[in-house]
């Protein structure tokens, strides 16, 4: 199994930085990109606008997301959109739903 990776959209790059606090940018509201996107594929979906992209020049590894307890945020939403409980099984085709599915929402 290759190392999962959740896509930044690269048109939405900067702007994630931006919102992001590090040295760069200290006025950041988020601690990290994963809670940057967190947010957005919740925003995203709450106005339920899925946006698909192509392009993304540095994706966040997913075990960032798991130790941030984000992780269920993909369950959530992938369940939501779905309605198929057998999108939360344990399996790569899954993962890869669940994924595409957080990924257009924060997008």
Sequence with gaps: MAERRVRVPKDKSDLID???KTIEYPNGA???RADV???CAAYG???RKRQ???ESPNPIRYDVFENQYHDMVF???ALAETSDPSILTNTDEAWERRNTIFEEYAN
Aim: hydrophobic content about 40%; charged content about 30%.
């Design 45 to 47: 979906y709450k106005h």
């Design 18 to 20: 931006r919102l992001t």
């Design 52 to 54: 698909p992209f192509k």
């Design 37 to 39: 996107l967190t947010f």
């Design 30 to 32: 988020f601690r990290s």
């Design 75 to 77: 369950d959530i939403l």
